[in-house]
């Protein structure tokens, strides 16, 4: 029989990465085999989908304990398969609350693992790193500055680059953008993405709408696109419309998160994966952040970095504005827009800055990860 590989991914950017990384491993070794939690991309390369994807898709820690009793059963049985029927490998793809209890127990059970994407062990709570040990025989790192930290605990790692580097062209056509969305070629536009998980909606969409209303009132004409990820955020995301946003000049699209981006003149959006591919674009943009008041409190008090933004994380600096729970208001947030749209020189410094974030990345990413995984895999 073809050798397995067991594969778990958490949410949309997991399974963006992963699909990657088969089809990676595919080209070295075509008869693999491949099964876990996926997602459409994932099961399109030709991962077999044990439990859909969207299970898994939780953020802050009072959200996730609200999940823990139907997740729990679901690791559960997936320890109980493959310690029976153990995989040539198992990758844990982000998602680390999930994973790495799960790496722990496949690897007390002689399964080898490895983890791609690191959790942000560097940023807080530090005291994982000892559970990382633990559980994974290689670390793979998508941020130059990740690796030196796990050297430092002895933890197996190797940086592998970020695969959206290889995606996502230096040089991209608003224009054609704009075509491809059925938008005028001229006006303003700002894209927003309140985020690609229900509860990053329900805390952000309200108060994106209000900066699409303050700005509106400070720059006359100005247009608005929402990519939506599916029918249920954008029945939430069209209620809060009908609530606050009459009158406004908001397009709601299905998907096509990045080419929405790519149409924008600026970028407002929650915090995650999404800044990266921003970033990429040579999109100025503006970050945003809520979590349950008691998520965001002991998230606080264990946090070590001074940034969320991926962009800030990566230039030591704060290049973009963040606003974090009670600073992302309307107003601060369609402020932070308006000085990024009449400041030219800011935007000019911001895309050399972008591209020199690009250059440290570098190229071939998955190729690079999937060779750091054929490694641990039995000739």
């Known amino acids: ?37 996926a997602g459409p991309q994932m099961i399109a390369a030709g991962c077999e989908c044990l439990y859909p994807l969207e299970r898994l898709s939780v953020m802050g820690l009072t959200e996730a304990l609200g999940r823990y009793l139907e997740l ?27 994973n790495l209890s799960l ?3 496949l690897r007390k059970g002689g399964i080898t693992t490895a983890h791609y994407v690191s959790p942000s062990v560097w940023a807080w709570r530090r005291y994982r790193i000892r559970k990382i040990a633990r559980a994974v025989d290689r670390m793979l790192t998508l941020f130059p500055f990740e ?14 680059g970020h695969p959206l580097t290889d995606i996502i062209p230096a040089n991209t056509d608003r224009d054609a953008a704009r075509h491809a969305l059925n938008l005028p070629i001229t006006g303003e536009y700002i894209a927003l993405l309140p985020g690609s998980r229900g509860h990053e909606l329900d805390y952000l969409a309200g108060p994106m709408v209000g900066a699409a209303r303050w700005l509106t009132k400070h720059r006359p004409g100005v247009a608005f696109i929402v990519p939506m990820i599916n029918a249920d955020m954008r029945e939430r995301f069209q209620r809060v419309l009908e609530q606050q946003g009459q009158g406004l000049d908001i397009r709601i699209i299905d998907g096509q998160s990045r080419e929405a981006m ?29 979590l349950h008041p008691v998520s965001f409190r002991i998230m606080k008090a264990l946090f070590s970095v001074r940034y969320i933004a991926l962009p800030n994380l990566l230039a030591g600096k704060q290049l973009v504005p963040e606003f974090l729970q009670s600073e992302a208001t309307p107003e601060h947030l369609g402020a932070a827009l308006l000085e990024l749209l009449e400041d030219n020189e800011k935007r000019q410094q911001l895309c050399h800055e972008f591209s020199r974030i690009r250059t440290s ?19």
Request: with cysteine; aromatic share 6%.
């Open 262 to 290: 790519a149409a924008a003149d600026g970028v407002l959006l929650a915090s995650g994966t999404a800044t990266l591919e921003a970033m990429l674009l040579n999109r100025p943009m503006v970050v945003a952040y809520r």
């Open 72 to 98: 729990l059963p679901v690791r559960t049985r997936l320890k109980k398969r493959w310690l029976a029927e153990p995989p040539a490998l198992f990758i844990g793809v982000d998602a680390p609350d999930f």
């Open 103 to 105: 790496e722990e127990g």
């Open 147 to 160: 690796t030196n930290f796990y050297r430092e605990h002895d933890v197996p790692v190797r940086f592998v």
């Open 361 to 379: 990345l570098g190229n071939d990413a998955s190729a690079r990860a999937a060779d750091a995984i054929l490694e641990l895999l039995p000739s």
């Open 1 to 37: 029989m073809a050798p397995c590989i067991a594969i778990v991914a958490g949410e949309a950017s997991g399974d963006l990465l992963a699909s990657a990384l088969i089809r990676a491993l595919k080209v070295h070794r075509p008869n693999l085999r491949f099964e876990g939690i």
